[in-house]
Each structure stands twice: as C-alpha cells, then as structure tokens.
C-alpha cells in the first residue's frame, strides 16, 4: 500500500502546467545599406575604440557611481532574492518551538506550584504536483534576466549620456576655438581701418560695419563659451567628479573622430543586441509563467505535516514526562470560489497575450529605429564631406578677398561676406560632425 501510494505521489510529480509558448515575430525585410568607415569596431571595445583619455576617464568615474547603475543593481540582488524565496518552496520547512512556564492556582487546592517545559519540531513540504512552483520559480528566474538586462542597459545608457555630453563640450570649445580666432581677426581689420580712418583713407561707414562685425563675433564666443560651462555642469552631475576636476580633464582635447557601426547580420544580430528588446523577451517569460501559477491554483494541492513534541511538567510531588507525534497527508480542493480562480487564469492568460503584443510591438519598432538609424549615418557620412568641401572653398574665398581688400582691389563688404559665409560652413560642419557621432 506504502508503495502504490509512493508511486501515485510521484506520477502527479511529474505532471506539469503546459505554459503558453510565445510566437515568433516575423521581421520585415531591411533595405538601409550599412554604414561604412575606415575604422570598425567591436561593441565590447566601443568607447576604448574612441582612443580619448579624457572621455575614458570620464566614462571609468560615471560608470563607477551613478545612481542609476546602483538603483539597476539593487533590482537585480531583489529578483534573486525572490528566486531563491521561490525555490525554498522545492523543499520541506522544519520550525523548531519551544516553551516554559512557571504558575500557581490558589483557587484550586491545594495550590502546587506547576512548571511546564517543552519543545516540539513542526515540519511540512507542500509536494509541487501540478508544478506550479516551478513555473513562479521559471518566471522568477526571467525576472532576474530582465533586471540584469536593464542593469547593462543603464551601463550603456549612461555611457551614451556621458559620450553626448562630452562631444557637445568638444563641439563648443572647437567652435569657441573659431569663433575666437575669427574675433581676433576682426578686432586686426577694425584697428586697421580706424588707422586708415584717422589720415583719410577709410570712411566712417566702414569703422562702423567692422565695429558691428566684431561685436557681433563678441557675442558669439560669449554663445560658444556658454556652451562649454553647460557641457562641463553635465559632466560633472554624469561622473560624481567636482567641476575642478572635470574642467581639469576636459582642458585639451579635439571632437572625436566618427567611427564605424559593425553590423554582420541583417536584423537580426543587430536587435538582438538591444537591451529594451531582451527585457521585453524575459517580460514575455515571466508572463507565460504566471499562466501557469494561475491555472495551478485551480488545481488539487498536496501536502505533508508532521510534528514531534517532549513535554514534561512539575506539580507537587507529581511529575510527568512523554512525548508525542503526528504525521499525515493533507489534501485541498477548491470546489467554490464564485470563478475568482478561473477569472484569476483568464486575467493571466491576457497579460501573456499583452506581453508578447508589446514584444513584437517593440521588434518592429526596434526595426525601424536601426534602419532609420544607418540612414541618418549613410547621410551625415555625406553631409560631413560635402561640407568639408564647402569649408575649404569659403577659407580660399575669404582669404583672397582679404588679400585683395588690404591691396585695396575690394571692398570691405565683400571681406565681411566672404567671413560670415566661413564662419556659418566651419560651425555647419562641426555640428554636422557632432550629430554624426551621437548617432
């Protein structure tokens, strides 16, 4: 009889909940050619790759306190905690108890003194029929994937915010670096004509329009300065650095040069790199294993109890020892809950379908933001070169305007349209190059 009960208990061991499977997502067809440069490299090395000491060391402090990443990392010790909660319920629980009291009724003769000690060992082991508790223990485990997935997601997130950050500081000192040359530039032309200006060679038109110009690059620079202290307040909430120690770092330096996306399959290397698409996955995991909890409380539940108790106690001259025991199956079946259960597993089975709606919703998504993505590259790639073209045209022009103004063969207008058309190419290219590299 032991036997056949063993083996009936270990048969509905082996039974388990079917959880819902999720779906493949059909991926559509990508036509964006990739990106090329001249330098490729791996995500792993993506940052080293830049070759900037200044946005390592920036990098290396961010990554080292930042609250987000302490927050991402809390998250994944709570999921594992809960894992470890979950798989505590595979095994038997023993509770030991024990008790001692000390009492005299005078109420009642003769009114012994009566001591009273025992200690006793509870133990129980509900038996995971139906294996619900694997599956909260599956859908658990997902949980931890997930967090560990956003844990890397605020690493990398965190790198970009600092990486932006860095290259619009890099862009305000190149352009303040122009921007500063071009004023003194101006402020030359300016004490040249009101030279001309005091022995009659230059009007007072002319003294007024290089003013304006000089006060007009003035106020530039004062625009690019700005810039520069705004990138560095960045930088500094980023790394937990002081603003000392920031400025510091970020003192010398050039913008970055745009490097290469390495892509070796088309989509599907690519979005599997994603951290937003893996959490969504594990989401989907964690779903189905909720179906299969809620389908196992509509389900016959097993348990076993036992208990072992050792008393003794005084009164008088009368003293009592023993000790008792109890063991025995315990079996619960929901007959009536006015299709709470059912309603429960319903429920359940409708986040799983949101679940995965909201995966191949982010897929697609996913698909389009990396197609998009190499476009804006492919364009910018272009842009920078066409206007790399542009610069060095307007430098040639405004150089030999201002050869042939000196000479006296030009007029001051004429100087001055050929600056500004230099000045909007050279700041249109480094904003072009800064655009390129957030990408």
Known sequence: MRLYSFLFVASLTGCAVTMPQPQPVPLAAWQASAPTAQRMAEQAAWWSSWQDPALDRLLQAAQQ???SLQLAEARIREARAKTDSAKAYLWPT????????RSQNEMIEPGFVTNHAGFGLDASWEIDLWGGIRAAKQGLEA??????????????????????AYVALR???????????DLQSRDRSLQLTQDKQAVGLASPVDVALLDASS??????????????????????????????DVRQIVAQGQLPQPLGFAVSTIPADVITQRHDIRVAAEQVKMAAADVGVAEVARLPSLSLFGAISIGRQDAGSLELTGHSWSFGPSLKLPIFNAGRL???????????DQAQASYQQRVR???????????????????VAAMQ??????????????????????????????RRFLLTAQTRLISLQREQLSH
Do not use: C
């Open 94 to 101: 023993v509770a030991g108890n024990g008790s001692a009291t």
């Open 342 to 352: 059912k309603a429960d597993q319903v429920a359940a089975e409708a986040r799983f």
């Open 171 to 181: 862009a305000y000192q190149q352009m303040a670096d122009i921007v500063a040359l």
């Open 365 to 383: 998504f996913a698909v389009r933001e990396v197609e998009e993505t190499m476009v804006r590259l492919d364009g910018s790639a272009r842009r």
């Open 65 to 67: 306190a930042n609250p």
């Open 143 to 164: 949980n931890v994937a997930a967090r560990t997935t956003e844990w890397h997601d605020a690493r990398a997130s965190v790198a970009a915010e600092v990486a932006n």
């Open 389 to 418: 073209r542009s610069v060095a045209g307007y430098q040639q022009q405004w150089d030999a305007s201002e050869a042939l103004w000196q000479a006296g063969s030009a007029s001051l207008l004429d100087v001055e349209v050929s």
């Open 215 to 244: 006060a007009d690059a003035a106020a530039q620079l004062v625009e690019m300065q700005e810039g520069v202290s705004l990138g560095v307040k960045a930088l500094v909430a980023l790394s937990g650095l002081s603003e000392a």
